[in-house]
Nanobody, 129 residues
Framework: QVQLVESGGGLAQPGGSLRLSCAVSGFSMDVWSIGWSRQAPGKEREGVSCLSSSDGTTTYIDSVKGRFTISRDNAKNTIFLQINSLKPEDTAVYYC??????????????????????WGQGTQVTVSS
């Protein structure tokens, strides 16, 4: 059974940092690509970062480049999203996802949420002073 469980969200000040975690089970991150998406109130879910299963390369949307870092720890079956220099517009529910459609999918990984089949329940990130 595939499961993804996010944690690490919370309230942070602009300019601050948060580290989101996603504990996964039921699949191997060496086989399926993984990604993070977010959904702000009244907006569609948008993909912010992904990590290719085939070669470990990463992709980011322009608005988070240089501030967000996606990584994984295979030994702990955990995906991370390090968020630095937080902005109020980063406020959203953050979800981690897994893409099972093409094992060892060639890079680059896909950011679009529609590419992901499995999702966690999400973790709220609120950036406010």
């Amino acid at each position: 059974q595939v499961q993804l469980v996010e944690s690490g969200g919370g309230l942070a000040q602009p300019g601050g940092s948060l580290r989101l975690s996603c504990a996964v089970s039921g699949f191997s991150m060496d086989v399926w690509s993984i990604g993070w998406s977010r959904q702000a109130p009244g907006k569609e879910r948008e993909g912010v970062s992904c990590l290719s299963s085939s070669d470990g390369t990463t992709t980011y949307i322009d608005s988070v480049k240089g501030r967000f870092t996606i990584s994984r720890d295979n030994a702990k079956n955990t995906i991370f999203l390090q968020i630095n220099s937080l902005k109020p517009e980063d406020t959203a529910v953050y979800y981690c996802g897994a893409d099972p459609k093409i094992p060892f999918r060639p890079s680059p990984c896909r950011l679009a949420p529609m590419e992901y089949t499995y999702w966690g329940q999400g973790t709220q990130v609120t950036v406010s002073s």
